[in-house]
C-alpha cells in the first residue's frame, strides 16, 4: 500500500481496532486521524496539492471505517 492512499489509512485504523483488543491502553480512531492529519500537515516532501489529496484519503478512510464499526443511522 502506498502512502496517503484511502487504502493505506484504512488499514492504519484497522490495525488500531486490532490492536487495542490485546493492550491495556486503547486508543480512539479520533486520536489516530488526529495524528495522521498532524503527520501530513507537518511533512516537508509533499507539495500543498499532495497534501489535501492525503488529506481527503485519510477523511474518507475515517468515515468508512466509522461506517464499519459503528453503523450509520439508516442501518
Excluded at 9 to 17: E, G, N, P, R
Excluded at 54 to 70: C, G, M, P, T, W
Amino acid at each position: 500500500m502506498k502512502l496517503g492512499t484511502k487504502e493505506y489509512y484504512l488499514d492504519a485504523f484497522k490495525h488500531v481496532l486490532m490492536t487495542n483488543l490485546i493492550i491495556s491502553e486503547s486508543q480512539s480512531l479520533s486520536s489516530t486521524q488526529s495524528y495522521y492529519e498532524e503527520q501530513i500537515g507537518q511533512t516537508t516532501t509533499i507539495n500543498e496539492e499532495e497534501k489535501s489529496l492525503y488529506s481527503r484519503n485519510l477523511q474518507k478512510a475515517f468515515d468508512e471505517i466509522k461506517h464499519e464499526v459503528i453503523g450509520s443511522p439508516e442501518d
